[in-house]
């Protein structure tokens, strides 16, 4: 209150030395503003044209820099004349420009200054959802009077002021103190405005900063909504060193359920969890304060569908002795999930157990091209579970010849013999592929582990290679390079280094 009256003189003595006063630049934008502002006008006979346009100017620079619309700031409009009369209601106008354009065009309508009148129509007619106002957003009343009333303004006040609007009060005239004070939300000093018609400029910015301070977005918000949790947030109204918060919520269809959280002051969020899907709850944020009430915030939130999971299973990196297995999607409210796999048919089953948090896991130690059931079953914090069943085969054997080895069995002739591959070998291909004559390519059955290769020239080097077949693919062959020694030599060959 110093600081605003030491303003007021300060302008008023270059007024009286006839010092020109800088025009003010326009105000910056204001963000992060949300509330419903309604202008009680007077607009009744004890009013002048003359007043009446400048508090017109008033309002609209009052105004100026806000930004309008239903996420926004609300603006309304009543005249207080022999009966309350409605100027435009609170979703009317959306914009800055359209508010501004409906206050410039705004007429007196002259008559009796029944101000409690227009109070109670206020309350009953304005503060409701049929003319826009919204339930959970801070709501200011201001008052511009001349000071003169001719009906009582004391109860209607209070009501207004019990649900939660918070009055401010510019007197252009000779008011009553006592009685403009007890009107004016507390304290006074901070909501109640003594000025002439003619300076009301002065106090525009005090009054916009006070009004700010209470539609500055203070809202109570959730966030990442699931089937079992929600996030609360809230901008900072505490801190530490002032206060906590009390968080209360309970479901909607059973408010004795009612269960509590206490936040510090500093914090301006929490997590509230372990809440049944499909399911509203009422919440309530009580700031806990000795340094000036502040009203509780409430708040309804409804939890998301609970998610069912599995509900797809990817079967992906198959191999002859093991495959991945993922699944989706993995919602907060699971705890742990069961995978249990057995081969088809048979009755044995293996289980694997998975954190809540993981997706994926790999199955091995399996067999070799066998089909197998694989079931996902998801644990719940509520005791519930859900599965998911789907089929998944191991590939064949993918191994090589081992040990590949040569004998000499006659003129220009070998045996080739090797020791079996992994698996469930159909047969293996044997090829020569001779530096003199034509190359060969022999097949033998499974259980077969050796051939006789004929027709290999004396002093030539041949590639030799043995390879499993499978049913449905091929494994991976093993060939060396083996020398023919000429007839004059010593009899028999030499297996150069692997090739």
Not at 311 to 330: C, E, G, K, N
Not at 359 to 368: E, I, K
Request: hydrophobic residues 35%; aromatic residues 8%.
């Amino acid at each position: 209150m110093i600081a605003r009256l030491a303003l007021y003189l300060h302008v008023f003595h270059q007024i009286a030395l006839g010092q020109h006063i800088p025009a003010a630049d326009p105000p910056p934008f204001i963000p992060d503003c949300e509330g419903d502002i309604l202008f009680l006008l007077d607009s009744s006979g004890s009013v002048s044209y003359y007043e009446f346009a400048n508090v017109k100017g008033f309002i609209g620079e009052l105004l100026q820099p806000f930004t309008f619309g239903p996420n926004d700031v609300q603006a309304s409009m009543i005249h207080i004349s022999t009966t309350p009369i409605l100027e435009f209601p609170f979703n009317q106008h959306t914009s800055s420009h359209a508010v501004q354009q409906a206050i410039q065009d705004t007429k007196q309508y002259m008559g009796d200054t029944n101000t409690g009148q227009a109070l109670s129509f206020a309350k009953e007619k304005l503060f409701t959802e049929q003319a826009g106002a919204r339930a959970n957003v801070p709501k200011v009343l201001l008052w511009v009077t001349d000071g003169i009333s001719t009906d009582d303004i004391a109860e209607p006040m209070k009501l207004l002021k019990d649900m939660g609007v918070t009055v401010f009060v510019v007197s252009t005239g000779r008011g009553n103190y006592r009685e403009l004070s007890a009107a004016a939300s507390q304290p006074p000093e901070d909501h109640l405005y003594f000025v002439d018609v003619d300076d009301l400029p002065i106090i525009t910015k005090d009054l916009r900063d006070s009004i700010i301070e209470v539609i500055r977005a203070k809202r109570l918000k959730a966030q990442d909504i699931t089937s079992s949790s929600f996030r609360l947030t809230w901008p900072q109204l505490l801190s530490a060193s002032t206060g906590h918060y009390v968080v209360e919520y309970a479901p909607v269809s059973d408010t004795s359920r009612k269960l509590r959280k206490s936040v510090t002051g500093d914090q301006t969020g929490v997590i509230v969890s372990n809440l049944a899907p499909e399911t509203t709850y009422e919440v309530t944020l009580i700031p806990e304060t000795n340094v000036h009430y502040m009203h509780p915030q409430t708040i309804r939130v409804t939890t998301l569908e609970e998610a069912i999971s599995p509900a797809q299973i990817l079967i992906s990196d198959s191999r002859a002795h093991s495959f991945q297995v993922s699944w989706s999607p993995t919602p907060d409210n699971v705890v742990g999930y069961h995978v249990l796999y057995g081969p088809l048919p048979g009755n044995s089953v293996e289980l694997l157990e998975v954190e809540g948090n993981q997706n994926s896991t790999t199955v091995d130690h399996l067999m070799p091209n066998t089909t197998y059931l694989v079931t996902v079953a998801a644990r719940y914090k509520s005791g519930k579970e859900k599965a998911l069943s789907a089929k998944a085969c191991t590939q064949e054997e993918n191994s090589k010849v081992r040990h590949l080895r040569f004998e000499d069995v006659g003129p220009n002739s070998l045996k080739a013999s090797w020791d079996a591959a992994d698996g469930n070998v159909l047969g293996y291909q044997v090829r020569c592929r001779r530096q003199a004559g034509s190359s060969s390519l022999l097949s033998v059955p499974g259980q077969v582990h050796n051939v006789v290769l004929k027709d290999l020239a004396a002093g030539t080097s041949n590639k030799i290679c043995v390879k499993p077949m499978y049913r449905s693919t091929a494994g991976r062959r093993l060939c060396r390079m083996v020398h023919i020694e000429a007839a004059s030599t010593t009899k028999g060959y030499e297996i150069p280094p692997p090739a």
